[in-house]
């Protein structure tokens, strides 16, 4: 390929003491994103970036193929509140989704919130809501520009008009309505500094309430742990109004607190579960006797039951024992346990009593995954959930438990042919022995000659399972012959906790041996070759795509790292990086410093090396993976890259870690991301 000039970025003579081991850090400077010279720095690169996509010729076409497959209309999965049902729907490109009520399944719905009118770009997005007990009122928070920060409202289902307090510095909070109505709980912190609003470290998260119709200087201070700086809250009112139950949370470690609280009888805050030793989630209760879902001496997950008037270790009651799956979601509707298993790496959905005796399996209709968990009360007769996979756009369905009948409820009306396509599960044998699942989706008959341009997927930590899920942005690669597949890592959640600790912490390389183990057997399959093979993930995913062309430029042709960690010594400084420890260990510790200078992107990096096609990218707003991170990964590599192979960082403008980013805006990231890939690997653009 032509030979690329770099915008000049200027080194600084930094260098950090870290245990008696001097690091260098010459472009610590672009930390500070909003600075004039990191400005120039972003629009130099952009520039550059943009000018190198520009000239594809595919670009365009691409662009417009993208826009045609997105443009058909999109359903959620029903919840229903005080008799009405509630939804979002997309008219196909919009670049929000709406929320719609529905008065009972036959009635025509009513429009109830529109984000796309509360700016011009579609860049302010609805972030999280809740509807009260009787369904009268809707709680919503709005976020702007991708930002984690967002705003809560309250709406009016009735009349669609809103109450005139707007509550502020929310972050990591939902809202939990008392079922009277009258008002929620939610989290704020406390307010950053002038001018670091987007990179302070977010500590000190407080329980307020809310009284509607009321300012929130009013809010009723309910729990803080100023003892406790790291300490987050999610709370919920059982169905029967009498106890506030606080999850607490620390960071991103699976392992969680619970404290409760009786509303009725008062007192303080019982601290039920004191310390972390396992994942507590609430599920329901039945007066004192409280129903959680478990790892505790589990990894793979059970259901309990704790009488909280007699808590004694040696008076819990097991319900349902932990099996082979993995336990992923646990729900309580029309008086069950409805249970979502991960079974290598696909979803199974099964009911069992209240005794914990098994009743039966809803059945799914293919390999692959809930888009969306099943929305449904305890007194409810119906559930609704979406299922998905990668060859089965995301479909509505309704299980009614009076008849046993589960039903597609609705289908996406996409113009697509699915038939030539097949999805299938191997296993692949990473470096220590172990069998990593790996998804393969691509055209029926597939020529095993190593020329199929290739995109591998990878995730691999805080203990998120990769599952088959349908992108509908995929169906371009699938014309234009590429092959997906999907590697179901260590450190994810697809087996169980003892799967997650197999990739955190000291056992972090585990999860780049599991990646390149997959890279290695689709060339050693001849699904692709080296030259055709891009990896692709974001931000724990951008981690694993950095750290493994750091460790094996040669095995790739491309590289797509998206708002990845790259600075392992560094993440936990800024706003929510400090929550991450529980999975990468911390730099400030000397054991943990050894082990993330070992394999941190930003710091393994080789100048003289020939490293792959890479296109970075970002967002200005990012304020959860601060792009510092990419920033300096990316002018670190510019610098160290010996070959002629393109290094390209895209900036994306008022956006942030990805949600919320309007669907214009990811029609154009995805047809720039395809496009590279065009040019990279030779492709022909045109349906194959």
């Known amino acids: 390929m032509p030979s690329i000039t770099y915008p000049s970025t200027r080194k600084s003579d930094q260098v950090d003491d870290y245990h008696g081991t001097p690091v260098k850090d010459p472009y610590r400077w672009l930390e500070d994103v909003d600075s004039p010279e990191t400005l120039d720095w972003v629009r130099r690169q952009n520039e550059l970036t943009f000018g190198f996509l520009e000239k594809i010729h595919a670009r ?40 719609f009520v529905l008065e009972d399944l036959q009635a025509e719905p009513r429009l109830l919130l529109d ?7 579609g860049t302010v997005a609805l972030n999280n809501w809740e509807v009260s007990e009787d369904g009268r009122w809707l709680a919503y928070a709005l976020s702007a520009s991708g930002s984690d920060w967002q705003k809560w409202r309250i709406r009016s289902v009735d009349t669609g008009e809103d109450l005139p307090e707007t509550l502020e510095w929310s972050k990591f909070s939902g809202a939990e309505w008392r079922k009277d109505s009258k008002g929620f709980y939610y989290c704020q912190y406390p307010v950053p500094k002038e001018g670091e609003t987007y990179l302070e470290a977010n500590y000190n998260q407080q329980l307020f309430f809310h009284l509607r119709d009321t300012d929130q200087s009013q809010d009723r201070l309910v729990y803080e742990r100023p003892d406790h700086k790291e300490w987050g809250f999610g709370a919920s009112i059982t169905d029967d109004d009498r106890y506030l139950v606080l999850g607490v949370w620390q960071g991103t470690d699976t392992r969680n607190r619970l404290f409760y609280q009786d509303l009725h009888g008062g007192g303080e805050m019982v601290e039920l579960i004191p310390e972390l030793e396992a994942t507590y989630e609430f599920i329901g209760n039945d007066g004192t006797v409280f129903y959680f879902h478990t790892d505790l001496e589990a990894p793979t997950g059970k259901i309990i039951a704790i009488d909280t008037a007699n808590p004694a270790r040696e008076k819990w009651r097991t319900l349902v024992p932990q099996s082979e799956d993995a336990l992923e979601f646990a729900r309580m509707v029309h008086d069950e346990f409805i249970l979502l298993y991960v079974h290598d790496a696909s979803h199974r959905l099964l009911r069992f009593d209240l005794n914990g005796s098994f009743i039966g399996e809803i059945s799914l209709p293919t390999l692959g995954s809930l888009w969306e968990m099943p929305s449904g009360k305890r007194g409810d007769d119906e559930l609704f959930y979406a299922f998905n996979s990668f060859a089965f756009p995301p479909t509505v369905f309704r299980f009614d438990f009076k008849n046993g009948v589960n039903q597609v409820f609705w289908s996406p009306p996409i113009h697509f042919d699915f038939a030539p396509y097949e999805t299938r599960r191997v296993f692949v044998t990473s470096k220590d022995g172990t069998q990593v699942p790996l998804f393969l989706v691509h055209r029926k008959g597939l020529q095993l000659d190593g020329s199929n341009p290739t995109i ?7 203990k998120i399972s990769i599952l088959p899920v349908f992108s509908i942005h995929r169906l371009a690669w699938f014309e234009m012959g590429g092959v997906l597949a999907y590697a179901c890592l260590r450190g994810g959640g697809e087996y169980g906790e003892d799967w997650h600790k197999g990739g955190m912490l000291h056992n972090k390389q585990n999860v780049f041996d599991d990646f390149i183990a997959c890279v290695e057997w689709l060339v050693n399959e001849k699904i692709t070759s080296t030259p055709k093979l891009a990896i692709q993930g974001g931000s724990n995913g951008g981690l694993l795509v950095g750290a493994c062309m750091a460790q094996r430029p040669d095995l790739f042709g491309a590289a797509l790292p998206a708002v990845g960690v790259m600075d392992m010594l ?48 970002t967002a200005d707003h990012d304020d959860r993976v601060v792009p510092g991170h990419s920033f300096k990964f990316t002018a670190t590599l510019q610098a160290a890259q010996a070959g002629e192979a393109p290094v390209l960082i895209r900036i994306q403008t008022k956006a942030g870690h990805g949600f919320g980013k309007p669907t214009r805006v990811i029609i154009e990231e995805m047809a720039d991301v395809y496009a590279f890939l065009v040019e990279v690997f030779g492709m022909q653009s045109k349906p194959s």
């Open 60 to 99: 365009q076409g691409l662009r417009q193929r993208l826009t045609e497959l997105w443009d058909y209309p999109k359903y959620s999965a029903l919840f229903k509140r005080g008799g009405r049902y509630f939804h979002f729907r997309n008219t196909g490109l919009q670049n929000q989704n709406v929320l």
């Open 115 to 121: 984000p796309n009118l509360l700016s011009e770009d």
């Open 456 to 462: 591998l997927y990878g995730y691999g930590g805080f």
């Open 570 to 617: 560094r993440f936990h400084k800024f706003t929510i990086g400090w929550a991450w420890v529980s999975d990468f260990g911390s730099a400030d510790d000397p054991e943990y410093f050894k082990t993330l200078y070992a394999y941190s992107p930003l710091h393994n990096l080789k100048a003289g090396r020939h490293y792959p096609p890479t296109l970075v990218t």
